[in-house]
């Protein structure tokens, strides 16, 4: 295998308009030399974990970002030195660089569609200087005062939330037929109950053996909501022999109030909080708003009405203002100036970006859409979107899979973006596995041939037409199919789930059956409200009628307020559910905020390493038992970075960011723990080797070597033991969940739900991945997954596909059937049949 092929003839050092890089090391990549043209879309390819990421973030862009950052300021050249510098000899004619990788972490609930563009600042300025003021108010708002997320903009009741947490009857009183000895008022504690709370209350004059509905309406609400809390002389009722004692009495409101804000055990909280009930706050209409920037409209709607129409509407509204042809040079009156020159100015601005997020197929989203809602294709355009009209001429612009999570029919306006970024003097290197998306490139860098140390070479570098004749590359079958079709007819259902009534975003009276005991696949354009159906509705509505024992943390609880809280479930009924005895949902939020969470510790492995690691003659001498080899607590960890491995590094006008210990240089451990060796390797060895490797010098270990199939055959081969969580895309988190899952005992009818699991894989892992997922539903489970990727669609028992379109014109079931039963459907009725029908028409020609 030659490690470098360049299609054209003249040598690369003699080319001009080529970036040339020599002597990358970084990762796995073997002092790989490449030259990649500018000016030009220019695709990285490879399996996952082949080193194609390495070259293009960290060796190319990591290199263009240190030679800026060193020409700001003394100061902030000494502190980025204690970041990562590439591991390369050279790179020449390496213009700036902007990167858009794949979002790590989970965004807040308060940002917005509007946040993340900066439309929201456009908006808020037009308001503040061109809005129509109530009559009689003089000066106008600063434009921070139409922000929720701002003490000058907040609403003062829900703090810019737009959601308030109350009590109510029903909540603190679920049978009222009960009384209160027999325990209605269910928020108060057992234990108060069982001992002193029903004499207080006696004391106090109530009735507590009746039915609660039959107490007068105004002993009821002050036994729950009143703030007195009165101290009573108590005479047991129930125990003559006990001395009388004073009581306090507390109210159902008080005491779970007291809890949610005081207590400080997650525990009782969680207790009290199923006691509470969310809606919209009542003083700002859920707007999070003041009422003094409410008061105040532009083109007769005001900025919370503004902010939540569909931004092809928005458009559309703020056209007058910006097609005003005299404007005047001054405010017209006190109140108005959507007649101004600035009013002109900032709409004409604000149309032009809105323009480009429309033309993407996003003119469904609205600017007050929380991103924590956003499917990773709609936050990937978004940020390309942003990029497109930031004007910046003869950068490199490096973008980590901007097809992820995109549906066929959604890539086409993507292709457009990346032409227009070059054709305004720009070159664009793309880390893909999209082969539509490769095949639009005019060059392409394939990397690999395999992953970890399988991989780190160059297997091709030139234009993509001469990638199919070379034999080594894995890439090359997919770019043009060559591979034989999966000639296995599609399973029959062993039953279905039907959900009738589904009323959530835009999924609005909605029936649907599932199919069990095959591989389902839900399909649409993306805000088709396929991820609303799946991994809200149907996991929310079967896991409320099964025993779910999925590990708490496969599924981890959101910690901001839900948007779902307010517009409520959902599902007017469910049956079918007599099929189904277990729900594992396994989506792609992280495994961990920080880089001490990792692979190793997130599947359980790690035990079994640190016993066997304590189990070593060196550790028994020593005195070391399994914590010793623990990073998470002190005693063998280095102390300087606690067992991260990395430290916080603080930019100043730069965003923070983590760079290796200077103490350990990443190892976790102190010099004292790394003498005791497993077969001649330290703990932080055993951390730093692949999955790969890691299975062969741990296959003598059951326990980890479980955990170590079952990552491998989820195509998790080339990701490294200790690699921390912060540095692990959406889709690998997703994968490292469903193998934590996987290497568990196996049995039948469990529902399996999956969003987007191909995300970040290469073609040829993803026949990895779904062979697992068949081994799933051959053992007599039932698995559903979201996906846009036709190998997925083609390979499924069935297809639910979502549509027409996005928003509000979709959330309709447009078709269900086999995939080839879809692929026969014209585009008028589905739009994902022509591409499904285009990829399995190519698979049967390549047979």
């Known amino acids: 295998m030659t490690e470098l092929i360049n299609a054209p003839a003249e040598t690369s050092s003699t080319r001009e308009g080529f970036v040339r890089v020599r002597g990358a090391s970084e990762n796995n990549l073997r002092a790989v030399d490449v030259d990649c043209p500018r000016d030009a879309v220019v695709a990285f390819t490879g399996v996952s974990g082949s080193g194609k990421s390495s070259l293009a973030f960290g060796t190319i862009f ?3 970002q240190r030679r800026y950052l060193e020409s700001v300021a003394p100061y902030a050249r000494r502190l980025i030195q204690q970041g990562n510098t590439p591991h390369v000899g050279s790179i020449t004619g390496l213009p700036p660089a902007v990167a858009l990788q794949q979002r790590r972490g989970t965004p807040s609930a308060r940002s917005t569609v509007g946040t993340l563009t900066t439309l929201s600042n456009s908006l808020r300025m037009l308001y503040s200087r061109a809005g129509t003021y109530p009559e009689g108010v003089e000066g106008r708002l600063d434009s921070d005062a139409f922000s929720p997320n701002t003490a000058a903009g907040a ?108 207590s400080k055990s997650q525990q009782m909280r969680d207790r009290v909080l199923p006691f509470m009930e969310s809606g919209p706050c009542t003083l700002c209409g859920g707007t999070g708003l003041r009422h003094e920037a409410l008061a105040v409209t532009f083109a007769g709607l005001s900025i919370s009405e503004a902010n939540a129409l569909p931004l ?49 197929g996003l003119g469904y989203l609205s600017l007050s859409r929380a991103t924590p809602t956003l499917s990773p294709g709609e936050m990937q355009r978004l940020r390309i979107a942003t990029q497109l009209r930031s004007g910046l001429f003869g950068v490199i612009y490096v973008l980590d899979e901007p097809s992820a999570g995109l549906h066929p029919a959604d890539v086409e306006p ?5 032409e227009a970024l070059k054709d305004a003097g720009n070159t664009v290197f793309v880390v893909e596995h999209n082969m539509d998306v490769v095949r639009r490139a005019e060059w392409i860098v394939d990397v690999g041939p395999l992953a970890g140390q399988g991989g780190g070479t160059i297997v091709y570098s030139g234009p993509v037409d001469g990638l199919q004749d070379v034999p080594e590359s894995l890439t090359a079958p997919f770019l043009a199919p060559t591979t034989t079709p ?15 009534g589904i009323h959530r975003h835009n999924l609005v009276g ?17 805000g088709s409200g396929k991820s609303t159906l799946v991994s809200s509705v149907l996991a929310e509505g079967v896991g409320r009628h099964v025993r779910n024992d999925t590990p708490a943390d496969l599924e981890p609880a959101d910690t901001e307020p839900d948007e779902d809280a307010v517009t409520g479930a959902v599902v007017a009924g469910i049956s079918g559910l007599e099929h189904i005895d277990r729900l594992v949902s396994v989506n792609q939020k992280p495994i961990g905020r920080t880089p001490r969470s990792n692979l190793a510790t997130y599947t359980g492995l790690f035990d079994a390493v640190r016993k066997a690691f304590a189990a070593t003659p060196a550790a028994r001498a020593k005195g070391f038992g399994m914590g010793r080899f623990s990073f998470n607590v002190p005693g063998g960890r280095c102390e300087t970075c606690q067992g991260e491995g990395f430290v916080s590094v603080e930019l100043l006008f730069l965003p923070g960011s983590y760079g290796p210990c200077p103490t350990c240089h990443g190892a976790r451990y102190n010099d004292e723990t790394l003498t005791v060796t497993l077969d001649g390797r330290t703990i932080a060895d055993v951390l730093g080797m692949t999955v790969d490797d890691a299975e062969v010098f741990l296959a003598n270990i059951p326990a980890a070597a479980r955990s170590l199939e079952t990552l491998r055959e989820v195509g998790l081969g080339y990701l490294r033991l200790g690699q921390p969580a912060t540095e692990l895309s959406g889709g690998e988190a997703q994968r490292i969940k469903l193998a934590t899952e996987l290497q568990r005992a196996r049995r039948g009818h469990t529902l399996y739900l999956l969003d987007e699991p191909t995300t970040g894989l290469h073609p040829a892992d993803v026949v990895l991945l779904l062979a697992q997922l068949r081994k799933l539903v051959a053992a007599g489970n039932t698995v559903v997954v979201v996906e846009h990727t036709m190998a997925v669609v083609a390979a499924a028992d069935w297809v639910i596909d979502l549509g027409p379109g996005g928003g509000s014109a979709g959330g309709t079931i447009v078709a269900t059937g086999t995939p080839r039963q879809i692929a026969d459907l014209d585009r008028g009725t589905s739009i994902t049949a022509p591409y499904l029908a285009e990829y399995l028409d190519q698979r049967v020609a390549a047979a």
């Open 312 to 360: 092809a509407e928005l458009t559309a509204h703020l056209a007058p203002a910006a097609a005003v042809e005299h404007p005047t040079a001054a405010h017209r009156s006190s109140s108005s100036g959507e007649r101004t020159e600035v009013s002109v100015t900032i709409s004409r601005d604000l149309i032009q970006r809105l323009e480009v997020l429309v033309d993407l």
């Open 155 to 262: 609403c003062p009741r829900c703090h810019g939330l737009g959601i308030a947490r109350d009590v109510t009857e029903q909540t603190l009183v679920p049978d009222p037929s009960l009384s209160i000895t027999e325990g209605a008022i269910a928020a108060w504690p057992g234990a108060w109950q069982g001992k002193n709370l029903r004499d207080i209350v006696r004391e106090l004059g109530y009735d507590i053996d009746i039915p609660w509905r039959d107490l007068p309406e105004e002993a009821r609400s002050w036994l729950l909501f009143t703030d007195e809390q009165p101290v009573v002389d108590v005479t047991p009722q129930r125990d003559r022999i006990a001395k009388p004692y004073k009581g306090r009495f507390w109210s159902a409101k008080s005491y779970v109030m007291h809890t949610l804000h005081d």
């Open 486 to 500: 999966d000639t296995a007819e599609p399973r029959e259902p062993s039953g279905w789930l039907h959900l009738e």
């Open 510 to 526: 909605l029936d649907a059956d599932i199919p069990v005991g095959v591989l389902t696949a839900v399909t649409g354009v993306s």
């Open 414 to 418: 993507l292709l457009g973006v990346l």
């Open 62 to 64: 990591a290199e263009a």
